[in-house]
């Protein structure tokens, strides 16, 4: 893999006068390459930084980024002295913490379960199952839960619910305190066919000579999995997790909007950061909180991907992102 | 390298009766028995928007959804079908932008991956940088939306349904460690005594040799494009240019979006001013409707879905 490296060394021109002619010869193809996306880079993620000034501006819409009075850091005053701040983070990382506990518990289980299927064909046919929710936009996985959880007529108060003897219909979308358990739920069932792929993966990379030693020195398949498989299936789940940690600060905006059907009822357990956000630009139109909230978000986001991004570097140097 | 995970679907022990991955008579029945439950699971949800979209509207209302309709009926593709105009307008704006996005999006994403995979290419770390930190950091929403909004004015184009998709950090991570590590550079060496240009040996060598990554960055981008409602919902509010997604999403949340543009609908209220909107069932019909194309494709699309995911977790 580093054999490159040499090679490359030995092709670049000896350094001297020439050198700089030669360099646009030789990479001036590479600038025009990189010209389309560094335009869009440019418009698209560097210009509208400079617009996060907004933070601490009185924004108004019709004046823009530019004209808008400064307030200094009333807006982040304002932001934190409601009970929205606290709640909104609380929300965004309490919920980060339970789907990546879950994806992993699920993900490794659900992967060596898979590891120890016989029938190739049915292996097949389950993986196919397994991986379809990952597929569905957040808009059909919302019509989903909405055929489970219609207060009048869905199969939850309607059905289920009846047979354990509890016939009062349950109104889902207007008490808060049912999602807590039904985002991770609905969360772990989209997304945890993902999480097995990239582990089974993993397992299947594992040299098949590790487990004939063990059985021949009659290690039971559980006794296998416990000192072979979870051992050298550390480094992925450390390094998937540790990406699901650097976004942290960031939620899925489908499954918090979409499928709470953005309900301002249920805003105590399901109003995330990004959700906030978004309210405030759109609905209410408090362009300058937004940015407040907004900023808070990429900052400390940014802390977080850059500390995540430490440790994954001393675990696997490969696996960092930068 | 071939990806690990092509060889689950395949994978065929030699010698079935000695394979050592083999367990026990009774662990194997249990674990199927899991997992026809657990496939179960992941397909019963859609089942159930399937048959109440096949079920009478009147007997929904009074029972409930239900896996075991009382009285089936068309009523609500019927309903549908009044809207077909509307409907097949966004089914061909979301099959567009997919296209034009993943097309223009590869190429944009493949041409910055290139030269910062090209060891000998100096400046290739600060360029990676640049693209590093738009992972890192953005600068939010607020600003994301006045700058299409206010200084780019393409609301109610198909242009920003495409654009802010168009590149995607960790995507350009993905091509250039493939192209580092899969694309031997003695070949691009040799291709340059050769005399071919950066431009050849780009599109003749480096595209050529880089089909796997291609194909699963290109299945994600899919994916992406033909998901998004979330686009829409912030910049698209005239009735021309909403996507299938989106149109689902406004269904679910109002189903007079769905019969506001609806010639006939105000037609059969004319003669019939007793009329009842099928809304529970034309719900689901529509969420049918929109999960149609994804479900036959995706069976097909699956395996090179898995490989990409892999390409991206072993890196290259």
Redesign the interface.
Known sequence: ?E???K???L??PAAGQKQNVGYWRK?G???L??T???I??L??????????V?AFKN?N?QS??FNSPWVGWKNFEFLFSTSDAWNITKNTIIYNVVFIVLNLIFGVA?AL????????R????????????Y??????V???????L?P????L???ILPWFGIDNAIDWYSDPKYWPFILPIVNT?KGI??YA??Y???I??ID?EY??AA?IDGAS?WNQIRTITLPLLRP?VIV?TLLQVGRIFYSD??LFY?VT?NAGALYDTTLVI?TY??QG??VTGD?GM??AA??Y??VV??VV??VSNLIIRKISK??A?? | MA???S???????KN?ESS?????KP??LA??I???I??A???I??L??LI?SFSDEKT??A????FFPHKLSLSAYDFLLNDWVNIVRSYGISIFVTIIGTAASLL??A??A???S????K?RGT??????F??????????????YT?Y?HLQNTLLVLI??Y??QGFF??VMRTFF??SV???LI?SSKIDGA???RI?AQIVLPLSLPVLASVGLLCT?NY?????LSM?FINDNIHINI??R??KA??DLQFLSSNSAAYSAILRTNPDYQLPS?TV??AM?VV??GP?IFA??F??RY??EG??VG???G
């Open positions: 893999m054999q490159p490296v090679t490359a060394r092709a670049l990479y193809a590479f600038y390459m990189m389309p996306a560094l869009f880079l418009i698209n993620n560097y210009l509208p930084m400079i617009g996060s907004l924004v819409y823009g980024v659900l379960l898979f590891n120890s299927m016989r029938n190739p049915l292996a097949k046919f389950h993986q196919t199952m397994m991986f379809l929710p597929f569905l936009s957040w808009v059909i919302t019509y989903l839960v909405y055929g489970f219609n009048e007529i869905g199969l108060n309607k059905i069932w066919g993902y792929v990239f089974l993966a993993a299947i990379g098949k487990y004939e059985t398949k992925i998937l905006f489908g979409q059907r990004d956000v978004y630009l759109i362009f937004s940015s907004g900023l978000q990429a986001g940014f991907v850059f490969e696996d992102l930068f | 990806s690990p995970a060889a689950t679907l395949g994978r065929k022990p079935k050592v991955m083999d367990v026990s662990a194997n674990i199927n899991f997992f026809w657990y496939s699971i992941c397909v949800p859609i159930l928007v109440v929904v209302l029972n409930g959804y239900s944009i994403m041409l910055f290139y030269p910062i090209r060891r000998d290419f400046q360029f990676s940088f640049i693209m590093v738009t992972i890192l950091f953005n600068a939010g929403l607020v600003p994301f939306y006045m700058m206010q780019l654009a802010p168009l590149v350009v991570l580092m590590n031997p550079y003695e060496e240009g950066e431009w780009f994916l033909w998901n998004d409602w979330y912030l997604q989106y689902m999403y679910l949340q529970e719900r689901m969420a929109g999960i994804i995706y069976p699309f699956q879905f898995i995911l892999t977790a072993v890196k």
